[in-house]
């Protein structure tokens, strides 16, 4: 991304979708720390409501608010999306691409339903172009998704059991406009069921999967074996 920036600011959690997560799937051991940031998202909800109000206009930073809702140092509020508008029910996580024919800058918002897609070239009219969808929807798992992009594809893990790693063509989204479309993955690794995150080294094309069911995550025991190592293509 360039460095002008959003603040594209998403309410958190619902009480319906927290409050009736079971926390528990056969083989998976909560640890205390996840058991944690379940407790943690359950909070979040009362905060939802108050985010839920912000204005859709730009907001400045005055003494350590925007709009009177979002603390700031700094940073405008520029545009507000609502999970609403997103079609979600819960976003955790927020990663961006710029298209390097257009030039055009996207926010990849990670959600419990998929990874939506926005068009923030125009920061102040951020457009929704579509959702790349989950692989697979964990009721017991639902929270988490991560994103990393390289080489103009978008590489994506999630808690979900069974959903393993998307890999979605980012130019795919070129020229898309009009109402928000459902894309579909342009390749899927399944060598690992779930995992909390992944990083990409960029000089050597290889993706390795934190947290994933092949080794002791952040909230299960088993025998560790290596980290899923994931080499990547250029093109």
Request: hydrophobic share 40%.
């Given at each position: 991304?360039?460095?002008?920036?959003?603040?594209?600011?998403?309410?958190?959690?619902?009480?319906?979708?927290?409050?009736g997560?079971?926390?528990?799937?056969?083989?998976?051991?909560?640890?205390?720390?996840?058991?944690?940031?379940?407790?943690?998202?359950?909070?979040?909800?009362?905060?939802?409501?108050?985010?839920?109000?912000?204005?859709?206009?730009?907001?400045?930073?005055?003494?350590?608010?925007?709009?009177?809702?979002?603390?700031?140092?700094?940073?405008?509020?520029?545009?507000?999306?609502?999970?609403?508008?997103?079609?979600?029910?819960?976003?955790?996580?927020?990663?961006g691409?710029?298209?390097?024919s257009?030039?055009?800058?996207?926010?990849?918002?990670?959600?419990?339903?998929?990874?939506?897609?926005?068009?923030?070239?125009?920061?102040?009219?951020?457009?929704?172009?579509?959702?790349?969808?989950?692989?697979?929807?964990?009721?017991?798992?639902?929270?988490?998704?991560?994103?990393?992009?390289?080489?103009?594809?978008?590489?994506?893990?999630?808690?979900q059991?069974?959903?393993?790693?998307?890999?979605?063509?980012?130019?795919?989204?070129?020229?898309?406009?009009?109402?928000?479309?459902?894309f579909?993955?342009?390749?899927?690794?399944d060598?690992?069921?779930?995992?909390h995150?992944?990083?990409?080294?960029?000089?050597?094309?290889?993706?390795?999967v934190?947290?994933?069911?092949?080794?002791?995550?952040?909230?299960?025991?088993?025998?560790?074996?290596?980290?899923?190592?994931?080499?990547?293509?250029?093109?």
């Amino acid at each position: 991304m360039r460095s002008r920036w959003t603040l594209l600011t998403m309410a958190a959690l619902t009480a319906t979708l927290v409050g009736g997560a079971a926390l528990a799937h056969p083989g998976r051991e909560l640890s205390p720390q996840f058991t944690a940031q379940a407790t943690q998202f359950q909070a979040a909800v009362a905060a939802a409501k108050k985010l839920g109000k912000a204005p859709k206009t730009s907001a400045p930073c005055i003494r350590g608010m925007a709009a009177g809702t979002y603390p700031c140092s700094g940073v405008d509020l520029l545009s507000h999306l609502s999970l609403e508008d997103l079609g979600v029910s819960f976003v955790n996580d927020i990663w961006g691409w710029t298209d390097p024919s257009t030039k055009n800058d996207y926010a990849l918002v990670g959600a419990i339903e998929g990874t939506v897609i926005v068009d923030i070239s125009d920061p102040k009219r951020p457009d929704i172009v579509g959702t790349l969808p989950a692989h697979a929807l964990d009721p017991d798992f639902p929270f988490w998704r991560d994103i990393k992009v390289y080489a103009d594809h978008m590489y994506v893990v999630s808690e979900q059991t069974d959903h393993g790693l998307q890999v979605f063509d980012l130019t795919t989204v070129r020229g898309v406009t009009g109402a928000p479309v459902t894309f579909a993955e342009t390749a899927h690794y399944d060598d690992f069921s779930w995992a909390h995150n992944l990083n990409i080294n960029t000089e050597t094309g290889y993706a390795y999967v934190v947290g994933s069911n092949t080794c002791a995550g952040a909230r299960m025991s088993t025998t560790c074996r290596p980290p899923a190592q994931v080499l990547l293509p250029t093109t």
